[in-house]
T-cell receptor
Framework: GQQLNQSPQSMFIQEGEDVSMNCTSS?????WLWYKQDPGEGPVLLIA?????ELTSNGRLTAQFGITRKDSFLNISASIPSDVGIYFC?????????????FGKGTRLSVIA | DTGVSQNPRHKITKRGQNVTFRCDPI?????LYWYRQTLGQGPEFLTY????????KSRLLSDRFSAERPKGSFSTLEIQRTEQGDSAMYLC?????????FGPGTRLTVT
């Protein structure tokens, strides 16, 4: 089946530092989504990307849809303690949004105050 | 605008028992998805409804699993004769277009 590779698997950073994580696939996706999940909760949608090359921001978060449509990147600027959690990328194959998401295994972010 | 809700949040059951979970999607969303998530993994797709029609099922959805969405509103996921390997977080998501919004999940523990 489809697989998304997320890296790094985990990262420890100091509060105030910038964070970068990425997601790659052997398949082309038409939509990329980034989610954050806290322990015991469902994933919360952060950013959605719809076109190759698209760069989208949501507050301190910026994500890009790779030109090849096989990768995506998420950056967090000036990290704060509440950024702690697991970040998942998800790709969608279909053109009309009515297909399931394929998820990576997540990047676990820890922020040291 | 209320989000996706799921009940119960936690369920502990003995192996061999049947369990049923409920998902209430965001009211104007016609698409509803079920996913399963185990420790250290991302969510994995189980099944998908558009309105009341079940349009796609994953190979993960064995014949012990059944899902319904009567009248295209809430959905239920039933697992019959539970096994220890069914222990996981069961997540429901709804959408109107591309963006899927998840509920808080139901954590199932099979003892």
């Amino acid at each position: 089946g489809q697989q998304l590779n997320q890296s790094p698997q985990s990262m420890f950073i100091q509060e105030g530092e910038d964070v970068s994580m990425n997601c790659t696939s052997s398949s082309i996706f038409n939509t990329w989504l980034w989610y954050k999940q806290d322990p015991g909760e469902g994933p919360v949608l952060l950013i959605a990307l719809y076109k190759a090359g698209e760069l989208t921001s949501n507050g301190r978060l910026t994500a890009q849809f790779g030109i090849t449509r096989k990768d995506s990147f998420l950056n967090i600027s000036a990290s704060i303690p509440s950024d702690v959690g697991i970040y998942f990328c998800a790709g969608q194959l279909g053109n009309s949004g009515n297909t399931p998401l394929v998820f990576g295994k997540g990047t676990r972010l820890s922020v040291i105050a | 605008d209320t989000g996706v809700s799921q009940n119960p949040r936690h369920k502990i059951t003995k192996r061999g028992q049947n369990v049923t979970f409920r998902c209430d999607p965001i009211s104007e969303h016609n698409r509803l998805y079920w996913y399963r998530q185990t420790l250290g993994q991302g969510p994995e797709f189980l099944t998908y409804f558009q309105n009341e029609a079940q349009l796609e099922k994953s190979r993960l959805l064995s014949d012990r699993f059944s899902a319904e969405r009567p009248k295209g509103s809430f959905s239920t996921l039933e697992i019959q004769r539970t096994e220890q390997g069914d222990s996981a977080m069961y997540l429901c998501a709804s959408s109107r277009a591309y963006e899927q919004y998840f509920g808080p999940g139901t954590r199932l523990t099979v003892t």
